[in-house]
């Protein structure tokens, strides 16, 4: 914990809110019924496209959305601040290496167990790297 609370003070806090809400514009395209894998997804977890449209306790789930995406930001700042990543190609690889490891592992595991389709794991896992990555690219770019 102590590199969080000797890096924090030394972070872009405006980088960090623009990389905390980054993965909202690439979940609606990578989620969307017209763009993107909406259909495949909802069918894999069985949900209609009248289940999604509703808004029904919607503002809870991106109140907490927020919440997570800042502190995830927070700290993949900090860890890239503390290992001295920045730059376009080192940040990206090293948001690959935590978006495949941690958020594609925990996919990985949970989906194993609860039995869920591969091609839902995959999916699900895509949208994390390339959320994660491009958190770390701006991250790592407007140090």
Not at 32 to 37: C, E, K, L, T
């Amino acid at each position: 914990m102590e590199f969080l609370f000797n890096t924090v003070d030394q972070l872009n806090w405006w980088a960090v809110l623009i990389a905390a809400f980054v993965p909202f514009p690439i979940g609606f395209l990578w989620y969307s019924f017209d763009y993107g894998y909406g259909k495949r997804w909802a069918k894999m977890v069985g949900l209609k496209k009248s289940d999604i449209e509703k808004s029904d306790g919607m503002a809870m789930t991106f109140t907490v959305l927020a919440i997570i995406a800042v502190a995830t930001a927070v700290v993949l700042a900090s860890l890239m601040q503390a290992t001295g990543t920045m730059g376009l190609v080192d940040s990206a690889f090293f948001g690959i290496i935590i978006g495949v490891v941690l958020r594609g592992g925990a996919h990985f595991i949970h989906n194993g167990f609860a039995r869920r389709p591969a091609e839902l794991t995959m999916l699900d896992v895509s949208h994390d790297v390339v959320s994660i990555t491009a958190m770390t690219v701006i991250l790592g770019v407007l140090v």
